[in-house]
């Protein structure tokens, strides 16, 4: 259970870290660029020691799509970025693609 969570966790600093890129103007500006950089590293540090008991194919998979999505709706939701019908489609293909991993694949090493 351990592991989920800090697969949980690393989407999490991944997303942040993703909309401070956003927010920093292309690295101008101090602040956001520091969430830049602590985000990205604390995302691989977590998901690093998750997979010293997942599997790396469908972890990767579950990490990098819904990193994916939280990044659209992070970006309308923070930035007000326009979500068109095709992003949708795209998110739910994505999330319909992580779930075919997961079930292919399961997540912990048997």
Same mark, same amino acid.
């Not at 992070?74 to 693609?97: C, H, Q, R």
């Given at each position: 259970?351990?592991?989920?969570?800090?697969?949980?966790?690393?989407?999490?600093?991944?997303?942040?870290?993703?909309?401070?890129?956003?927010?920093?103007?292309?690295?101008?500006?101090?602040?956001?660029?520091?969430?830049?950089?602590?985000?990205? @590293?604390?995302?691989?540090?977590?998901?690093?020691?998750?997979?010293? $008991?997942?599997?790396?194919?469908?972890?990767?998979?579950?990490? $990098?799509?819904?990193?994916?999505?939280?990044?659209?709706?992070?970006?309308?939701?923070?930035?007000?970025?326009p979500v068109k019908p095709a992003s949708l489609i795209?998110?739910?293909? @994505? @999330?319909?693609?992580?779930?075919?991993?997961?079930?292919?694949?399961?997540? $912990?090493?048997?």
């Amino acid at each position: 259970m351990t592991a989920y969570l800090l697969v949980g966790a690393a989407i999490a600093a991944e997303v942040t870290a993703t909309l401070a890129l956003r927010a920093s103007h292309g690295l101008t500006k101090l602040a956001p660029s520091v969430v830049v950089a602590v985000g990205y @590293v604390a995302a691989f540090v977590l998901l690093a020691q998750a997979l010293k $008991s997942l599997n790396v194919g469908p972890v990767y998979a579950v990490w $990098s799509g819904l990193g994916t999505v939280g990044a659209l709706v992070g970006g309308a939701v923070v930035f007000g970025e326009p979500v068109k019908p095709a992003s949708l489609i795209g998110a739910a293909l @994505v @999330v319909g693609g992580v779930a075919v991993m997961y079930l292919g694949g399961g997540l $912990s090493h048997e």
